[in-house]
């Protein structure tokens, strides 16, 4: 399989990161390969896929297109709250686009203090690169970026 790596340079409209619960609710929401759903529950670190929709999303969650950037969450405080709803949640990162990622709890109150109707203390974040993202609406799919998963597990993930 041939994959297109275009990590630098992307500057196209993004919407926002969709949380699923699990492999289940990843299959009823959106068209993913059989082979990549059985793999990704394999994967120990944070991958974002870009996927074509099953059910119509809001403009703001898709960018206004048929695809939208899904992940299942390993924190624990997502893992509850998918005891108590059953749908897809749209999530975002703490921290400021061009900047560094807010890891410490007092951080993240101070910076989006008045900016946010809601913030949860869940402790603070662990250090990480962030989720790897990549667009698998595309053939040959494409690395958009590396986080804690480098180009090179990405693309045995994506070819194993």
């Given at each position: 399989?041939?994959i297109?790596d275009?990590?630098?340079?992307r500057?196209?409209?993004?919407g926002?990161?969709?949380l699923v619960?699990?492999e289940?609710?990843?299959?009823e929401?959106?068209?993913v390969?059989k082979?990549i759903?059985?793999?990704?529950?394999?994967i120990q670190?944070?991958l974002?896929?870009?996927?074509?929709?099953r059910?119509d999303?809001p403009q703001?969650v898709s960018a206004?297109?048929?695809n939208v950037a899904?992940?299942?969450?390993?924190n624990?405080?997502?893992?509850?709250l998918?005891?108590?709803?059953d749908?897809?949640?749209?999530?975002t990162?703490?921290?400021?686009?061009?900047?560094?990622n807010?890891?410490?709890?007092?951080?993240i109150?101070?910076?989006?203090?008045?900016?946010?109707d809601?913030?949860?203390?869940?402790g603070n974040?662990?250090?990480?690169?962030?989720?790897a993202?990549v667009?698998?609406?595309?053939n040959p799919?494409?690395?958009?970026?590396?986080?804690?998963?480098?180009t090179?597990e990405?693309?045995?993930f994506?070819s194993g």
């Amino acid at each position: 399989m041939c994959i297109r790596d275009s990590i630098k340079g992307r500057s196209e409209n993004k919407g926002l990161i969709v949380l699923v619960r699990d492999e289940s609710m990843l299959e009823e929401y959106f068209l993913v390969d059989k082979n990549i759903l059985n793999k990704y529950s394999q994967i120990q670190k944070p991958l974002t896929i870009i996927l074509k929709t099953r059910k119509d999303f809001p403009q703001i969650v898709s960018a206004g297109t048929e695809n939208v950037a899904v992940r299942i969450s390993s924190n624990p405080f997502v893992k509850e709250l998918f005891n108590h709803i059953d749908q897809p949640v749209t999530s975002t990162s703490a921290n400021i686009s061009g900047s560094g990622n807010l890891v410490e709890i007092e951080d993240i109150c101070e910076y989006f203090f008045n900016k946010v109707d809601l913030i949860v203390d869940s402790g603070n974040i662990p250090h990480s690169s962030g989720s790897a993202i990549v667009d698998l609406t595309k053939n040959p799919p494409i690395i958009i970026r590396e986080g804690d998963l480098s180009t090179s597990e990405i693309k045995e993930f994506l070819s194993g």
